[in-house]
């Protein structure tokens, strides 16, 4: 077909840009034009990935707006809220529903999609017009700069849908209870500014592309294309000790790169989860930076320091990773085929941590439970039973089967077909 322009957007964190940058780069590499647009400190991420940034409005202070306490009601209501897994029976009852889809609304989406951006998003797309739209699930300036420009739209996962099934649970239980949908509200007033009426789509997509491997994925009736997950983890250059193969067992030790600039995953100390593993005949390989290097005035021998490594280049040498479960982080230990320890904290970790134990390719240790012996009995446990390897093997295999991005280029064309309006 005749080139398409196709707009990527996230808002500024890395961790939710990342996932693109593949299918960003197959429907580049098959002929369409491709624009990446976000907040200004998304911008050296993006042209690093050799993609063409366009940055538009303010930078979101999300992670002051989560610090954020109005009263004690809020903060209570906000902490319930952090883990969604729905397989807890809390997760789908009113209480809960109202409160995330308040506090979701209040102190995420409106902060990520702050005014500025959302402007400069809809003024870029209007001069630029494009074809096709794909956004990350908390990014819906995205649908509605493609709602202003008659242009198809699609959410990209970047994990398991569980804000999807949060918006679904409230909706129906809504029905009877008839409260305020401050999400709506929220939503309505801002695409009004555009001669828009706020619709569901705004939050759901047209259709979504879901990188999530079958076993994990979260099916909720929505037109899905399945995608499989190709780790990009930015910028990187493989250093000279990850030539040669490790000489005895390598485990992979990691709380996140969101962990830097706020997100606190753990509750035991640094220093005494490696003192725990010291005497583990493995090679320990961590990534902290100077302020987190500052916490462990002692390492033992066989703890390997780095600020970065890339993960898709460290993992294929790994036998195990113990890390917070972080999408990316787990997606490409899954995508390695590396036995996971999990210590889930917030949000959807919870949900991934718990559905990879029950497919037999890792374990879980809760976030308040990480003692130094709970992680080394963990790792011991990762190394020495072949049945969380083979799981692990298994889980790589399905993601193998899905269509990689080049093979879901065809699709996404024909659904950009059926959706664009060509009357805007």
Known sequence: MNAVRVIFTSFALDAHFLGQVPLAWALRSAGHEVRVVSQPALTETITAAGLTAVP???????LDALATEEDADNATAWDATYDLDPARPEVHSWEFLQASNAQLTTRFFAQVNNDPMVEGLVRFARAWCPDLVIWEPFTVAGALAAEATGAAHARLLWGADLYLDQRQAFLRANRSAGRPDLLAEWLGGVVDRYGLVFDERMVRGKWTIDQMPASIRLPLGERTVPMRYVPYNGAAVVPEWLHEPPVRPRVCLTVGITSRSGADHLTASLSNLFDAVGDLDVEIVTTLDAAQREQVPHLPDNVRVVEFVPLHALLPTCSAIAHHGGAGTWSTAA????????????????????????????????????????????????????????GAERLRREILADPAPSDVVPLLEKLTLEHHDLDG
């Open 56 to 62: 538009v409005g303010d930078d979101h202070n999300l």
């Open 335 to 390: 995508a390695a085929g590396v036995p996971q320890l999990i210590f889930p904290s917030v949000w959807d970790n919870s949900y991934r941590a718990r559905r990879t134990a029950e497919v037999g390719a890792g374990l879980v240790v809760r976030r308040t439970e990480l003692t130094p012996n709970a992680l080394r009995d963990g790792l011991r446990q990762l190394l020495d039973e072949p049945g969380l390897s083979d």
